[in-house]
């Protein structure tokens, strides 16, 4: 070979080395713009269509706020530092309370069912046998369901219960382990109650009694949800799914058929969920959320189909433990490590925040039938009501 080229070669390495090596400086210093290495890009909320969600780009973040407004706070209107005798308050909600008003309802680690004012001043207390993992009152706020769960295998494990506004109405053992979640159809005939197992049970509400069990092959389903019509149960499970129902219940039987719709979220053990309140079989919106870190709001056109359409929005919003949606439609509640953020469900713009609302995880938050309040149960051990400043 030519000692020229040789000599050129020799060049051309140095050279590629030179590159390579501001390259990497350029990596270090952060000068590079564009996302390298599996790096996030900034967009704005993104929007998916389609039934397969793995092809939209899900991992996409928020565009960060450059400044402006600031946001407006939640406003403390009562609260109980140890509303369940310092353990964590599980479950927390709204119910009637007899004479046309209504009141909060919480249950919590220490296996108590506790009535509240809408001041939180203690009306009643329940003394049940294991953890309350969930609480969820019917539509027009009369019955109240509570599910449990606990170690000893005797009698009174993992229980399911129905309340009123005179006190316990009727409880049964559920054969599906921890009784980690449970909804009430909108009609109040039907008691649903999933957990541990992951099998679904529906119970008639009055009396308790089991009219049919559907297995999900999911274990541990986190929370279910009706549709305001009754007719689409949704369960979620620490697998990252939610799984649609078709709900079809009658005096004789009961049937539960999965729907041709796939929803996915990415997450491990907390994955709430819920309907808005003007979902149609035409136009179905779903709120979603984990503690992976993102909220998605679903929307599926044409569900009885068996094509239906998929889109959402969604936002990294920090982890996500729990969530609900305003009674009449335009405000969605969020629980984190410690904050309360309210959304605009249209848009995912945040309405109102507070980031110090608990010192712990919010595992429940539920507006009040109003839409005027928010109660949350935290960690810490805190009840807490809150008002909007636009109320």
């Known amino acids: 070979m030519r000692s020229s080229s040789i000599l050129e070669m020799i060049r051309n390495r140095r050279l590629l080395h030179s590159i390579l090596s501001a390259f990497v400086i350029a990596l270090l210093v952060g000068v590079v713009s564009e996302p390298v290495f599996g790096a996030k890009p900034f967009c ?122 005179d006190g316990l109405r009727v409880g049964t053992r559920a054969p599906i382990g921890f ?80 729907l041709p719709v796939f929803l996915s979220h990415s997450g491990s053990w907390y994955f709430p969920i819920g309907f808005a309140p003007d979902s149609t079989s035409g136009e179905t919106r779903i709120v979603s959320g984990t503690d992976s870190g993102m909220i998605k709001v679903w929307t599926i056109e044409n569900l009885a189909n068996q094509n239906p359409s998929v889109s959402f929005i969604s936002i990294n919003s920090g982890a996500v433990y729990s969530l609900a949606w305003s009674p009449d439609g335009t405000k969605i509640v969020a629980g984190g490590d410690g904050d309360i953020t309210v959304y605009d469900p249209d848009t995912l713009e945040i309405l109102f925040q507070n980031v110090d609302a608990h010192a712990s995880r919010v595992n429940d938050v539920a507006f009040s039938p109003d839409n005027s309040r928010i109660v949350s149960g935290g960690d810490d051990g805190a009840l807490k009501l809150w008002g909007l400043v636009d109320q």
Not at 202 to 216: H, M, P
């Open 44 to 165: 704005d909320n993104n929007v998916c269509e389609g039934n397969e969600p793995k092809t939209c780009p899900q991992d996409c973040e928020s565009t960060p706020d450059p400044g402006g407004e600031p946001i407006p706070e939640i406003s403390l209107v009562a609260m109980q530092l140890e509303a369940h005798n310092r353990d964590a308050v599980r479950a927390v909600g709204f119910a009637a309370d007899g004479g046309g008003g209504a009141r909060v309802i919480s249950g919590g680690e220490d296996a108590k069912l506790r009535s509240w004012t809408l001041l939180l001043n203690v009306e009643s207390v329940q003394t049940l046998n294991h953890i309350i993992y969930d609480l969820e009152s019917s539509v027009d706020g009369y019955f109240v369901a509570s599910g449990e769960g606990g170690w000893n295998g005797g009698t009174d494990s993992d229980t399911l219960r129905i309340w009123d506004a």
């Open 179 to 258: 009784v980690y979640c449970v909804a009430i159809s909108p009609d109040n005939l039907w008691t649903v109650a999933s957990g541990f197992y992951g099998d679904i049970v529906v119970y008639t509400t009055t009396d308790l009694v089991l009219y049919a069990t559907k297995a999900t092959k999911k274990k541990r389903t986190k929370a279910l949800a009706f549709t305001p019509d009754g007719s689409i149960l949704a369960s979620t499970s620490t697998a990252g799914r939610i799984q649609l129902w078709s709900f079809q219940c009658a005096s004789m039987s009961c049937e539960l058929d999965l």
